[in-house]
């Protein structure tokens, strides 16, 4: 036998048995939780509402189970010094010189992006793979579909600039799409189509993502040694939060995953998910067996899939090729969304793609731990309008009991609340009990490992790791009914047909009070926490006390949202000690030394109002270095003759009025057309003055001033 640990030894018996472990703990917990609810709820008046209550309180209580399973199956891993059936195991302790490699791509699609973070970021992952010794074996591409004419030319000049500052022409490629066809899923086979044949493995990135030349290596190393896996997912840890909002999360992501993490690798083994960024996938059974299908009908559940890596995962699996996670392996990381709003924003999109998979529930051909993925991806979004719905009827059967005379007081005594439905006790007490054991227990577990492994230091001190934790579970606490409702306004929305547009997500923070934002955003939920908390006073005082965690929430969302959004409360946290991770008191130097080059990036000279809105535009004509750059990367095309005149006419009004009074589209398709753009450089730079806009005059008289500064820099 090897002395190396490969899937194929993977006992499948094995593997059977643990996944039996998990669904009988999860159908234990449930099946008791059910027979306490059964057992309250008959005791009155057993009708259709009853009924109804009961249901819905299996569903949550499953979903809660399945999340508190998983993270005790990690304890029993961790506890036990890991789990012996890993694929990082695969690996033994190699030097990385003698690790065996293949050719590897290494792919970013992105869209209106910020080009000083993608290309930075790039940079830092080249000189780590670099450091390594082992860069010849990977080459690099950026894949754009951004739409906005400034980030597109900042993206082509920072492209150019990189490749000479990096010696890597030849080894890092960019392309701009002429059409964005189905988004990331679509750019990502563009690429294949186009050079996947070249590459035995292929690495995706987000814009966000850093990954070290390390990781990298070893990831395409165990590709190597496993020949039978198709796709190796990481867990990238969330780093490089500014607001106190991103503190709190990059903090419970970190304090918390590892359990859940070493739980799922515990029963998902071969069978494991693929979250669509820092994975390496084996290029050819991808490019074989993982077209998406076009789903039935029209948007929003219809149409092309919108999250496309569950099920990519699903039909690699189906293929015969295994997908695993990679939950132990350092060096990989990502970014999350500043605020709650644009948490908010990002899972608007990945609710419409997760409700799609209930077409895909009952696919031909999957893997039955493919189909449990794809329903906790749809019960992630479905389980607050079932949680919204079985509170409601717990207020209404109250309220209505009030108004009937069915009781003139209720006492608060004498009742509690389970998942937000009013029970009685003593009888409910143990069922609120497991309810609260299964919700915190797995995050309290996890502070006890860390202090126990003495690694209290690396956040701050064991005083202030466990300060930081109470604080985020009291903020989880106050922001989950607002995600409650967030979630139950998508799903909402997309039943009612209402589809989404995937806009570019914002990654930096801004101190900027967004007021009206926040005002408009959370207006409705805090309407809504009013009407039901005063009606509660009103009507049944006690059980207003009750509600008041969730009313609380609700009532005060757009000021939470405001406090937490702000980047100045959450570098003071920082400098309390408050939420540090083991990443900012011991990162990894790829982390700082990113920072460092943005600081950089961000101090250049921006250009001046007046220009800002079509400034990549005019760098493009107005530039030399830019312009030549930018013509080089376009295919020359001969259209019709009508064609051509449209071009003409366009080139005459954006010198003579100005790039205002071109529309998006126009400007567009005047930096798709290389004969255009050389035609407009060449005339900007011979015609006199007078018969240049007002714009374009400005725009000259800034050319030396804006040059003092390299161009290169302005695009860094």
């Known amino acids: 036998m090897s002395r190396y640990f490969t899937v194929e030894q993977v006992d499948k018996g094995r593997v059977s048995r643990r996944r ?16 306490f609810m059964a057992d309250i709820l008959s005791r009155g ?9 009961l249901v819905l309180f299996v569903i949550l209580f499953a979903n809660v189970a399945a999340g ?7 304890f029993y891993v961790i506890n ?18 003698e690790l065996p490699l293949a050719s590897t791509a290494i792919v970013m699609p992105i869209c209106n992006e910020d080009p000083s973070r993608i290309f930075e970021g790039l940079r830092v992952i080249y000189r780590s793979l670099e450091h390594t010794g082992r860069l010849d074996d990977f080459d690099f591409f950026i894949l754009s579909d951004s739409s906005d004419p400034n980030k597109w030319i900042q993206e082509e000049v920072a492209w150019a600039e990189l490749c000479k500052q990096l010696n890597g022409l030849g080894r890092i490629f960019y392309r701009k799409r ?41 990831l395409v190393a ?5 020949p039978q896996v198709g796709i190796l997912q990481t867990a990238p840890r969330v780093v490089n939060g500014v607001t106190l909002y991103s503190r709190i999360q990059q903090f419970a992501n970190r304090l918390y995953s590892p359990l859940f993490l070493a739980g799922l690798n ?16 084996r290029v050819a059974p991808f490019i074989e067996h993982c077209c998406l299908p076009e789903l039935p009908g029209t948007e929003p559940f219809g149409g092309r899939i919108l999250s496309h890596d569950f099920v990519e995962a699903a039909l690699m699996r189906k293929a015969g090729w295994n997908v695993w996670l990679v939950y132990d392996l350092e060096g990989s990381f990502e970014e999350g969304p500043p605020t709650l709003i644009d948490s908010a924003k990002r899972d608007r999109r990945w609710c419409q793609g997760n409700l799609q998979h209930s077409w895909l529930l009952f696919a031909r051909g999957f893997h039955p731990i493919n189909r449990f993925h794809l329903l906790m991806g749809v019960m992630g979004y479905v389980a607050s309008p079932l949680w919204m719905l079985f509170m409601l009827i717990s207020t209404m059967h109250r309220f209505h009991e009030v108004v009937s005379g069915s009781y003139t007081t209720f006492h608060a005594e004498n009742y509690t609340l389970v998942f937000g439905y009013a029970v009685e006790v003593p009888e409910a007490f143990a069922l609120f009990i497991l309810t609260m054991l299964l919700l915190f227990l797995p995050k309290v577990i996890s502070v006890l490992l860390e202090l126990k492994q003495r690694r209290g230091v690396a956040y701050g001190g064991p005083v202030r790791l466990v300060a930081s934790a109470l604080l985020e579970m009291a903020a989880s606490t106050l922001m989950a009914p607002i995600n409650m409702m967030f979630h139950t306004k998508f799903v909402i929305y997309i039943l009612l047909g209402q589809g989404v547009s995937w806009t570019t997500q914002r990654r930096g923070a801004s101190d900027d009070a967004a007021w009206r934002e926040a005002i408009v955003t959370h207006a409705a939920q805090m309407a809504f926490g009013l009407v039901w908390g005063l009606s509660a006073f009103i009507l049944v005082p006690s059980f207003f006390w009750w509600l008041l965690p969730v009313l609380l929430g609700l009532v005060l969302s757009a000021p939470l949202s405001i406090f937490l959004g702000k980047a100045s409360f959450g570098r003071r946290a920082k400098e309390l000690k408050l939420f540090l991770t083991p990443d900012e008191t011991e990162p990894a130097p790829e982390l700082p030394l990113l920072e460092r080059h943005l600081e950089e990036c961000y101090q250049h000279m921006q250009p001046i109002p007046e220009l800002r809105e079509d400034y990549g535009l005019m760098q493009a004509v107005l530039d030399p270095y830019v312009n030549a750059v930018h013509v080089s990367l ?30 998006p589209k126009e400007k567009m398709a005047l930096l798709r057309d290389a004969e255009s753009m050389n035609w407009l450089h060449e005339e900007l730079w011979k015609r006199p003055a007078e018969q240049l806009s007002a714009w374009w005059q400005l725009a000259m008289r800034q050319y030396n001033v804006l040059t003092a500064t390299p161009v290169t820099a302005l695009y860094r």
């Open 222 to 226: 165990m590709m190597e040694r496993n």
């Open 634 to 663: 376009l295919r020359q095309r001969q259209g019709s003759h009508t064609v051509r005149r449209y071009f003409v006419d366009l080139r005459k009004r954006l010198l003579a009025d100005g790039p205002g009074r071109l529309s």
């Open 20 to 35: 039996a472990t998990f669904f009988s703990l999860v159908f234990l917990l449930t099946s008791a939780a059910t027979w």
């Open 80 to 97: 036990r010094g890991g789990d012996s059936a890993r694929i990082m195991r695969s690996l033994a302790d190699e030097k990385l010189a």
């Open 45 to 53: 008046v057993f009708g259709p509402v009853e009924v109804l209550v």
């Open 68 to 74: 508190f399973c998983t993270a005790l199956l990690g």
């Open 266 to 281: 515990y029963w998902h083994q071969g069978e494991s998910n693929f979250w669509g960024h820092n994975a390496v996938i």
């Open 178 to 218: 002429r059409v964005s066809l189905n988004k990331k899923s679509g750019n990502v086979a563009d690429f294949l189509r186009r050079w996947g044949r070249s590459y035995r493995y292929m690495t995706v990135l987000d814009a966000d993502s850093i990954m070290t030349g390390e990781s990298v290596v070893k």
